[in-house]
């Protein structure tokens, strides 16, 4: 934010005081025309949208995209399945791309086309995957409770990332419930001194805990 509000329009207002002048030449002879993940940037796997782009040649030692997944679905795409709860037959392979949570998280604020993976139908085994993942604080952090001009204590805030929109969360401090959160999933709240776990538990049951120690 601090960056788009002040370096951003002095830096536009550098470039505008540069003279006018041709573009250069690109240095054809150092560069190659290569296959790019139109999505993600990186050297497009057999899984990508594929976008031909001229880059330099040392470019070829870059990674290859790891955001494309290729996921066997049902016959109506809406859910993901496996061969041990589906024939073969019925299933419909697809490539989606799909990123970490918390990037997700981040992407699909200025993507809403943004399509996350269709959960597993539920007689599939899921295999452990992260669904939702802390954005903040960071685990095993300590946190300083300190006072408001007003004597109260400040709160922290703890936020997490979950894969699937439209999912609601339930947050416990240690073994009592505090509240749920649907979308945005953002609490504060403040802990007496001492060792404390935070636990997040979504509609499915799935949950992720996180130590940390107030002071
Ligand atoms: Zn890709």
Redesign the pocket.
Known sequence: MTGIKSAAPVLFDLFNRLPQQEWFAPPYDDMIEIDI????G?L??P???VEKQWIPAVGERYDS?P??KVVQLDATQSYQVNADCEPVSQMVTRSY?TLPPVMAWYYRRSHPDYEPLPPYRADCETPLEKEMTFIRPNAGTTITLTKNIEGKTNETVFELAHKIPNTTVYWYLDEDYITSTKDFHEIALSAAPGKHIITAVDDNGNDVKMSLKFK
């Not at 993940?37 to 993600?40: F, G, I, Q, V, W």
Request: proline letters at 0%; aromatic letters at 22%; charged letters at 30%.
């Open positions: 993940c139109k999505k993600s990186y497009a796997t899984d990508c949208e995209c955001y494309h791309f």
